[in-house]
């Protein structure tokens, strides 16, 4: 027990919101935690948790059985520190947090801008965005992967994209807001990640890094732009269960703080194939100090921003050489890719330009269903201590 408190008392000192334009609401955190299980536990000792869980008042919010095994709760912690006196098979257990779609309004050290631009694409205009440019132009998505887009969701009825709901009759697009079962994108900032990824060549709007390439939507932000650490783990327990090798999950999202739960979910759910592209955050700072930016496994990439000089906004987030997460892992940023006046596609249509590693993430999201293998190898950039990764030679 000593180690499970002390756990938990360095993350809940490690946690704090990052700030956000635009927030309406955010989720109610009272007694939420996150508990994770050792990996061998039988399925009947499992249920006699969530048994006692119940019997004592508390809620089960997420089951995790594919990245991770363990629960999300709502209980007081004393409570639940009393059940993993009687259940060895608690390893720990964390608070949960809120998690932000990183910025994407404001002053450059907030972000970047945020302009709506309409083209009259009944004309047949359509926008080549100087991201792809600088990537060497589109890529021509492989047949069978899918860009799963961990985010505010995505607009399904959008002209220019190739959303995937369903697969056969399995449905593959799900969410894990509470109370909200609709994928609808009422913010915007899901769209904006799957038109980068994959826009069609359709001679509308724009046209992304991989054109036509699948996009599944994966809720797990509000429509003000807010979600809970507990629902991203589920998602990714979600998706590690039913991607498939060359698909790329794509996390435009972050906290301040450190997750060990988090970190154990993305390693094993790696293992399966699928790449994870994690935006760095729009701080202009260490990467150490952010999950899931920090993570740091084969298969799992953070993704830095530069505009069109190659350069890195000051509001990018980097690390140094001596980069180490709280959970006690190296960790560095691998590669820089556009993120600054990037335009895609708009929730509702039309296209809209935001700056961000938001925005830099799904470029490299787009490279990977593409058939693109991650060698970290290209341009590297840096400033003075500071160190974005590489622009990869294509």
Same mark, same amino acid.
């Not at 009687?86 to 801008?113: M, Q």
């Not at 693109?372 to 590297?380: E, I, L, S």
């Given at each position: 027990?000593?180690?499970?408190?002390?756990?938990?008392?360095?993350?809940?000192? %490690?946690?704090?919101?990052?700030?956000?334009?635009?927030?309406?609401?955010?989720?109610?955190?009272?007694?939420?935690?996150?508990?994770?299980?050792?990996?061998?536990?039988?399925?009947?000792?499992?249920?006699?948790?969530?048994?006692?869980?119940?019997?004592?008042?508390? /809620?089960?919010?997420?089951?995790?059985?594919?990245?991770?095994?363990?629960?999300?709760?709502?209980?007081? @912690?004393?409570?639940?520190?009393?059940?993993?006196?009687?259940?060895?098979?608690?390893?720990?257990?964390?608070?949960?947090?809120?998690?932000?779609? %990183?910025?994407? #309004?404001?002053?450059?050290?907030?972000?970047?801008?945020?302009?709506?631009?309409?083209?009259?694409?009944?004309?047949?205009?359509?926008?080549?965005?100087?991201?792809?440019?600088?990537?060497? #132009?589109?890529?021509?998505?492989?047949?069978?992967?899918?860009?799963?887009?961990?985010?505010?969701?995505?607009?399904?009825?959008?002209?220019?994209?190739?959303?995937?709901?369903?697969?056969?009759?399995?449905?593959?697009?799900?969410?894990?807001?509470?109370?909200?079962?609709?994928?609808?994108?009422?913010?915007?900032? #899901?769209?904006?990640?799957?038109?980068?990824?994959?826009?069609?060549?359709?001679? @509308?709007? /724009?046209?992304?890094?991989? *054109?036509?390439?699948?996009? /599944? *939507?994966?809720?797990?932000?509000?429509?003000?732009?807010?979600?809970?650490?507990?629902?991203?783990?589920?998602?990714?327990?979600?998706?590690?269960?039913?991607?498939?090798?060359?698909?790329?999950?794509?996390?435009?999202?972050?906290?301040?703080?450190?997750?060990?739960?988090?970190?154990?979910?993305?390693?094993?759910?790696?293992?399966?194939?699928?790449?994870?592209?994690?935006?760095?955050?729009?701080?202009?700072?260490?990467?150490?100090?952010?999950?899931?930016?920090?993570?740091? &496994?084969?298969?799992?990439?953070?993704?830095?921003?530069?505009?069109?000089?190659?350069?890195?906004?000051?509001?990018?987030?980097?690390?140094?050489?001596?980069?180490?997460?709280?959970? #006690?892992?190296?960790?560095?940023?691998? &590669?820089?890719? *556009?993120?600054?006046?990037?335009?895609?596609?708009?929730?509702?249509?039309?296209?809209?330009?935001?700056?961000?590693?938001?925005?830099?993430?799904?470029?490299?999201?787009?490279?990977?269903?593409?058939?693109?293998?991650? /060698?970290?190898?290209?341009?590297?950039?840096?400033?003075?201590?500071?160190? &974005?990764?590489?622009?990869?030679?294509?």
């Amino acid at each position: 027990m000593k180690v499970k408190n002390l756990f938990f008392a360095t993350m809940l000192g %490690l946690f704090s919101t990052l700030g956000y334009a635009g927030i309406k609401a955010l989720p109610d955190m009272q007694d939420r935690h996150i508990i994770v299980f050792h990996h061998e536990v039988s399925q009947l000792r499992s249920v006699e948790i969530v048994n006692e869980i119940r019997k004592g008042k508390g /809620v089960i919010k997420h089951q995790y059985q594919t990245a991770l095994k363990g629960l999300a709760v709502t209980m007081p @912690l004393p409570a639940l520190q009393a059940i993993s006196k009687t259940y060895p098979e608690i390893a720990w257990i964390e608070p949960d947090l809120v998690v932000f779609a %990183l910025p994407k #309004g404001g002053k450059p050290d907030r972000g970047g801008s945020d302009e709506e631009s309409y083209i009259d694409t009944d004309n047949g205009t359509e926008v080549t965005p100087w991201g792809v440019h600088r990537l060497g #132009g589109t890529k021509e998505p492989l047949s069978d992967a899918k860009a799963w887009i961990l985010d505010t969701g995505i607009d399904v009825n959008h002209r220019d994209l190739n959303v995937v709901t369903k697969q056969g009759e399995q449905l593959l697009s799900r969410s894990f807001i509470e109370g909200q079962s609709e994928l609808i994108d009422g913010d915007g900032h #899901g769209t904006h990640v799957a038109g980068t990824v994959g826009a069609k060549a359709n001679n @509308l709007d /724009v046209v992304g890094v991989a *054109p036509g390439a699948a996009v /599944v *939507p994966i809720k797990v932000l509000s429509d003000s732009g807010s979600g809970s650490l507990s629902g991203v783990i589920a998602a990714i327990d979600y998706v590690a269960a039913q991607a498939s090798p060359g698909d790329c999950a794509n996390l435009s999202l972050g906290a301040q703080g450190s997750s060990l739960a988090m970190d154990t979910a993305l390693k094993n759910a790696a293992t399966s194939g699928v790449v994870f592209s994690i935006a760095a955050g729009n701080s202009g700072a260490d990467i150490a100090r952010y999950t899931p930016a920090q993570v740091q &496994y084969d298969h799992v990439f953070t993704i830095a921003a530069v505009d069109n000089r190659d350069a890195p906004p000051r509001w990018s987030n980097y690390h140094t050489s001596a980069s180490v997460s709280a959970v #006690g892992n190296a960790t560095f940023v691998e &590669y820089a890719l *556009p993120g600054v006046s990037v335009i895609s596609t708009k929730a509702g249509g039309g296209t809209v330009t935001y700056s961000g590693t938001s925005m830099a993430a799904p470029h490299f999201c787009g490279l990977i269903v593409s058939g693109y293998n991650p /060698v970290a190898v290209g341009k590297d950039i840096s400033t003075r201590k500071k160190q &974005y990764g590489v622009i990869p030679s294509l």
